[in-house]
């Protein structure tokens, strides 16, 4: 079964809890109110940024930043199962 895909933009999704990035990487969010985070290099320019930004937001209907967004694609197919006996315990290996 297929579903239909509405050309209708997207419903705003809640605010995202944002996670603690390594120095080399920052969040520029390509809304005001800080909505649409995108992980960039620290180390761009003034001027590299903000032309990426300006890239980023001309094409921000592309980027998806939920699984939810990717409409049509079973979760079957980007998740996995591992099958294991009810009485096995996993251990971690190196």
């Known amino acids: 079964m297929f579903e239909e895909l509405k050309k209708d933009p997207p419903t705003e999704k809640a605010k995202v809890d944002l996670k ?7 969040y520029v969010f390509l809304e005001n109110n800080e909505a649409r985070p995108v992980v960039i290099s620290n180390s ?31 979760p079957s197919y980007y998740m996995q199962k591992i099958n294991m006996e009810a009485e096995y315990k996993p251990v971690r290996q190196p």
């Open 20 to 26: 603690i990035l390594p120095e080399h990487l920052k």
């Open 44 to 74: 761009l320019t003034h001027e590299e940024e903000s032309r990426l930004v300006k890239v980023l937001k001309k094409h921000r209907a592309t980027i998806k930043w939920h699984k939810s967004d990717l409409k049509g694609i079973s």
